[in-house]
């Protein structure tokens, strides 16, 4: 039987978390170079508040992996800067269960501490899979910004509510 446990990276999990990002094409092998920086603020305990977990398959690899961390200058507002899953293991529900700790956590930390969880991705073709995967976790489309990530590259923003809010 297949199992995966959800847990927080820990430092011999980095050079699996990059790979991840270069097998999947998120991001090309001389792009990568930030990861470290992230991952040891989150190791040393420098970037406070930032998250990372992995899931890890019951052969103890990593199969995916997800970055979140609160919105700089917002009211309680988290984003997921990071989510992606091994290409041999996509398909199985592995982002939509980092998804789900992600939000439990956040939930479970009281609304004085989340109410908004953002995630933002490319308008390219290549991230349409991606932008459904979002809609279907009950995320809605928030946001465009023309042109970010390059002429024909716009950035969308999915917002889904941790909290309710009385209606006006």
């Known amino acids: 039987m297949f199992t995966n446990q959800i847990r927080p990276a820990r430092p011999g999990d980095a050079p ?12 090309g092998i001389d792009e990568v170079g930030f990861f470290d920086e ?4 989150f190791f040393n305990g420098t970037l ?15 199969h995916a992996a997800a970055y979140y961390a609160p919105e700089p200058f917002a009211d309680r507002v988290w984003n997921v800067y990071f989510i992606d ?12 269960t980092l998804i789900a700790c992600i939000e439990e956590q956040l939930r479970a930390a009281g609304e004085h501490h989340a109410r908004v969880l953002i995630v933002e991705t490319s308008s390219n073709e290549q991230y349409a899979r991606t932008r459904s ?3 279907a976790l009950g995320f809605d489309e928030e946001a465009r910004i023309r042109q970010f990530y390059g002429p024909v590259d716009d950035k969308v923003v999915f917002w889904k509510a941790l909290v309710r809010t009385p209606s006006p």
């Not at 699996?16 to 991001?27: C, G, K, N, P, R």
Request: proline residues 2%; glycine residues 14%; hydrophobic residues 40%.
């Open 133 to 135: 995967f979002y809609r």
């Open 38 to 41: 992230l991952l040891t603020g």
């Open 16 to 27: 699996s978390v990059v790979q991840l990002a270069i097998d999947t094409e998120m991001f």
């Open 48 to 62: 406070n508040d930032h998250h990372w977990l992995v899931l890890e398959g019951d052969d103890g690899s990593v």
């Open 85 to 96: 899953v091994a290409p041999d293991h996509q398909g199985r529900g592995l982002g939509a």
